[in-house]
């Protein structure tokens, strides 16, 4: 049985860094694309962005780019999730996912991944 847990998720200041993790336990983590999603309140589950098996990064949100980063270790099964910057609008659940089928056009776009973890909570508030 596969699952996800993450973890260090917090409640942190504008301007702060935070690493999630997320680690894989009952699969094959490298036959996985990993992908991180996140959920603020009253508002939909959005994609943040994805890493494919080779560590290629994918974004879905503009917002992200430049603060967020994405790396994974087979050695550990884990996905990371690097943000830097944080403002008060990243605040939210976040969750992994991980992609059995990694079907290129399917995971860009937040869709497709098979297994999920159970999410973390970040709040960014001065």
């Known amino acids: 049985q596969v699952q996800l847990a993450e973890s260090g998720g917090g409640l942190l200041q ?6 999630l993790s ?3 336990t009952g699969g094959s983590f490298r036959r996985y694309v990993m992908g991180w999603f996140r959920q603020a309140p009253g508002k939909e589950r959005e994609f943040v962005g994805a ?3 080779s560590g290629g990064p994918i974004y879905g949100l503009d917002s992200v780019k430049g603060r967020f980063t994405f790396s994974r270790d087979t050695t550990k099964s884990t996905l990371y999730l690097q943000m830097n910057s944080l403002e008060p609008g990243d605040t939210a659940v976040y969750y992994c996912a991980a992609s059995e089928t990694g079907i ?3 995971y860009v776009r937040g869709r497709g991944y098979n297994y999920w973890g159970q999410g973390t909570q970040v709040t960014v508030s001065s």
């Open 104 to 106: 290129y056009s399917e």
């Open 51 to 53: 890493i494919s098996r």
């Open 22 to 24: 997320c680690e894989v």
């Open 14 to 19: 504008p301007g702060d860094s935070l690493r």
